[in-house]
């Protein structure tokens, strides 16, 4: 079946850090991939989205990039901000099913 | 605008007393879903609707059903609800791959 592991938090991090969100994936066939973002007391947001191998999502200035030879769906920001404090949630869709399977989240926190 | 709806954002109930929760779309999706979302944890999904089409997960406690009167609501109702059930509920629809997510209805068991 279809499985996301994401690295585990929390993480602390200081205002204009790097920041990077490990995620790996077990599919069949061709998944699409994607992160979510939750902020406190909210659903979920769609941060950004690839669907095939190579394909890099990119949004408010995250970027992910599909690789297909590692199952690797890593978030990364070059510079965060303490508006970026939230939960990140990686996931999968297979290609012939309607569900998304999610990691267990990341909690983000940025220092000013 | 607001996309998907979901009221109330805070119910409060007591044990063992039914309540529904509501999501309404704008959007004309076919596609509804319900998730749980406990505390520091990934959303579950309890079921979804394809049209009027229904499908239950296997590991959702007989205890949730759901209803689709049409295309733009969808409900869920939880019989007997334990302490265990208190969590975020999300209701969510997608089209062409893309899923739009509600802001959620956090419900708490007394």
């Known amino acids: 079946g279809n499985s996301v592991t994401q690295m585990e938090g929390p993480v602390t991090l200081s205002e204009e850090a790097f920041l990077t969100i490990n995620c790996t994936y077990t599919a069949t066939g061709y998944p699409s991939l994607f992160w979510y973002v939750q902020y406190p007391g909210e659903g979920l947001q769609l941060l950004l989205k690839a669907t095939k191998a190579d394909d890099k999502g990119s949004n408010k200035g995250f970027e992910a990039t599909y690789r297909k030879e590692t199952t690797s769906f890593h978030l990364e920001k070059g510079s965060v901000q303490v508006s970026d404090s939230a939960v990140y949630f990686c996931a999968l869709r297979s290609s012939n099913d309607y569900k998304l399977s999610f990691g267990a989240g990341t909690t983000v926190t940025v220092r000013a | 605008d607001a996309m998907v709806i979901q009221n109330p954002r805070y119910q409060v109930t007591q044990f063992g007393k039914p309540v529904t929760l509501s999501c309404s779309q704008t959007l004309n999706h076919n596609v509804m879903y319900w998730y749980q979302q406990k505390s520091s944890q990934a959303p579950k999904l309890l079921f979804h609707?394809?049209?009027?089409?229904?499908?239950n997960e296997a590991d959702t406690p007989d205890n949730f059903q759901s209803r689709r009167p049409n295309t733009s609501f969808c409900f869920l109702d939880i019989r007997s609800p334990g302490l265990g059930d208190a969590a975020m509920y999300l209701c969510?629809?997608?089209?062409?791959?893309?899923?739009?997510f509600g802001p959620g209805t956090r419900l708490t068991v007394l």
């Open positions: 969510a629809t997608s089209r062409d791959g893309r899923e739009f």
């Open positions: 609707y394809y049209d009027k089409d229904f499908n």
